[in-house]
């Protein structure tokens, strides 16, 4: 069956740096657009990044643009998100995604796959 595994969360200072990794297997990941999601206390699930199959076009909401680098290795089967210049607002679980398209990603409809999700939490 398919499983996401994420892993790297943890607590740091606000402005430190966190790097987030989501391990895959039991799908074809290189079929795969893949995304990062995140919940914090009392909120909705939102979508923080997403990235194609190839790694071409990534998507950022406005929050995390230009803080937040979403990457991955499909030799690996691994997505990567870079956490820079965090924040106490950033605060939440993060969750990986798989999903057939950048699009569904985005628009959090169509996921195919969730991952158990790790937390983060920043410290003011």
């Known amino acids: 069956q398919v499983q996401l595994v994420e892993s790297g969360g943890g607590l740091v200072q606000a402005g430190k740096s966190l790097r987030l990794s989501c391990a895959a297997s039991g799908l074809t990941f290189s079929s795969y657009a893949m995304g990062w999601f995140r919940q914090a206390p009392g909120k909705e699930r939102e979508f923080v990044a997403g990235?194609?199959?190839?790694?071409?076009?990534?998507h950022y909401t406005d929050s995390v643009k230009g803080r937040f680098t979403i990457s991955r290795d499909n030799t690996k089967s691994t997505v990567y998100l870079q956490l820079n210049s965090l924040k106490p607002e950033d605060t939440a679980v993060y969750y990986c995604?798989?999903?057939?398209?950048?699009?569904?990603?985005?628009?959090?409809?169509?996921?195919?796959?969730w991952g158990q999700g790790t937390q983060v939490t920043v410290s003011s």
């Open positions: 995604a798989a999903a057939r398209a950048l699009y569904y990603l985005s628009s959090n409809r169509d996921i195919e796959s």
């Open positions: 990235i194609t199959w190839d790694g071409g076009l990534t």
